[in-house]
């Protein structure tokens, strides 16, 4: 069973219907017993980082998320709650993430102005995947140039070491991180067709190492 | 670098797709889950569904279509169609919904972008608008094109990014259904005045077209329904096209 953790933020009926269409068992969970019973965790999540984080904090599964992981059960983390992954975020102040993947959350936009690029922000929509490190699990079934969905106004760095894939938007963009068996989609793979599919599916098949 | 995105359009009324030319003369077309996940393996980047049910009966058939569309089909959908409220903005995200579309709802009611921008955040609101030219301007008009609300099309855009929408969709009722190219020079009046993404509709009848629309600067996507409907256009036939002509289209690879 993978438990789609459920603390208050984010619409989740897109993520469970593409498991389910994947023929995977999925709980939306906000129960620790739950959570430790599931073979893996998604870790969802929308809006803003701290009142996420305090949210997952407040309904005491900041911890137990960490101990999982910390236990080698497949971990991932879906747009902002691929932020959450990370030792900090600088949205609106600097708040403590789950510091389970090294690196910063950072604003896309002075970073675009600073490289001279007057795009738009949030970055919204379908942007091609350059493949940094194609042994990593989780783009088993993923090529080179498989567009995927984006909407975020933050982005993650100084994660090099955890990089797996990125996409150009004048800066690059951190697209999916690994650490272990700690994943991450800065874009939402549950919007992403054919290929966010495929990539659920390969997260669905590590397993607890 | 973000692809321009092709984007059908299903009408739906009492749970059918329906396609109408210059908004009257409506004619079924078919079933919307069969047709959504149609688009989906076609390589559709979005789909748009406005529910132009009259009935609170049927509006319950749309929630459930909507669902049922939202099970099978994994990209972005948007929606629209009686949207007057923030519950209307919840019950359509319940079932699946990326970004809602408000319309005569924020006609009526101007604060009603901001309020769902702060609640769900400016990529959900997408602010709709049918525009058609009256005298040496262009007009918002409300109801479904039947009421000419007197607001400068220009201004009005300009206000829904203030209010924090995060998307506009420009239909030309000049061009709808009549197929001779995207109302370019609405379009560039309005490129001109806002920086957040906008959505052409109206007017699409072939390939052409949707290149003379990204030729032009800040258009983000080409909205069109009869074409593909109908299968004037297909959109891998399509994408291909523009992809030739340097234009950046998600292209689905085996």
Not at chain 1, 153 to 175: H, I, L, M, P, Q
Not at chain 2, 38 to 44: E, F, M
């Amino acid at each position: 069973m993978i438990a789609i953790v459920d603390y208050g933020v984010g619409n989740l009926f897109s993520l469970r219907s593409s498991l389910s269409a994947l023929g995977l068992v999925a709980e939306v969970t906000g129960d620790p017993k739950q959570l430790a019973a599931a073979s893996h965790i998604i870790l969802p999540g929308v809006g803003a980082f701290a009142n996420a984080m305090a949210k997952l904090q407040g309904a005491g599964l900041a911890g137990v998320v960490r101990q999982q992981a910390a236990a080698g059960k497949p971990l991932l983390g879906i747009c902002l709650g691929m932020q959450l992954l990370f030792q900090k975020s600088y949205e609106f102040g600097e708040h403590e993430g789950l510091g389970l993947v090294p690196g910063q959350v950072c604003p896309l936009a002075p970073d675009l102005a600073m490289a001279g690029y007057n795009y738009k922000v949030p970055h919204i929509g379908w942007n091609p995947l350059q493949i940094q490190r194609p042994q990593s699990p989780i783009l088993r079934y993923t090529q080179e140039g498989d567009s995927v969905y984006y909407v975020h106004s933050f982005y993650a760095k100084n994660c090099d070491e955890a990089v797996v894939a990125t996409s150009e938007y004048g800066v690059t963009v951190t697209g999916a991180v690994q650490k272990g068996n700690v994943f991450g989609t800065q874009f939402h793979p549950e919007k992403s067709g054919d290929v966010g599919l495929a990539m659920l599916k390969a997260f669905a098949e590590v397993e607890t190492c | 670098m973000v692809a321009k995105r092709i984007i059908p359009c299903l009408d739906i009324r009492d749970g059918r797709v329906v396609k109408g030319v210059n908004f009257k003369g409506l004619r079924d077309v078919e079933d919307p889950v069969a047709m959504a996940a149609y688009y989906n393996q076609q390589g559709a980047d979005e789909l748009v569904f406005y529910d132009i049910t009259a009935s609170a009966e049927g509006r319950g058939i749309f929630t459930d279509i909507l669902k049922k569309v939202a099970a099978q089909v994994f990209i972005p959908l948007t929606v629209g169609g009686a949207v007057n409220s923030l519950a209307d903005f919840d019950r359509v995200l319940n079932c699946g919904a990326d970004k809602v579309s408000v319309n005569s709802g924020a006609i009526a009611n101007p604060a009603l972008v901001g309020q769902g921008a702060r609640r769900y955040g400016s990529q959900c609101v997408v602010l709709s608008m049918d525009i058609k030219r009256v005298g040496e301007g262009w007009h918002i008009f409300a109801k479904g094109g039947r009421v000419d609300t007197g607001l400068d099309a220009l201004d009005w855009a300009m206000r829904g990014e203030a209010e924090g929408a995060g998307e506009l969709v420009v239909n030309s009722m000049d061009t709808d259904g009549v197929k001779n190219g995207f109302d370019l020079p609405l379009l560039q009046a309005i490129s001109q005045r806002v920086k957040i993404p906008i959505v052409a509709s109206g007017g699409a009848g072939n390939k052409q077209h949707f290149a003379n629309l990204f030729a032009l600067e800040g258009i983000d996507a080409g909205l069109a329904a009869s074409i593909f409907h109908y299968k004037e256009v297909g959109i891998p036939e399509l994408k291909a096209y523009l992809a030739g002509k340097g234009v950046p289209v998600r292209l689905r690879q085996q």
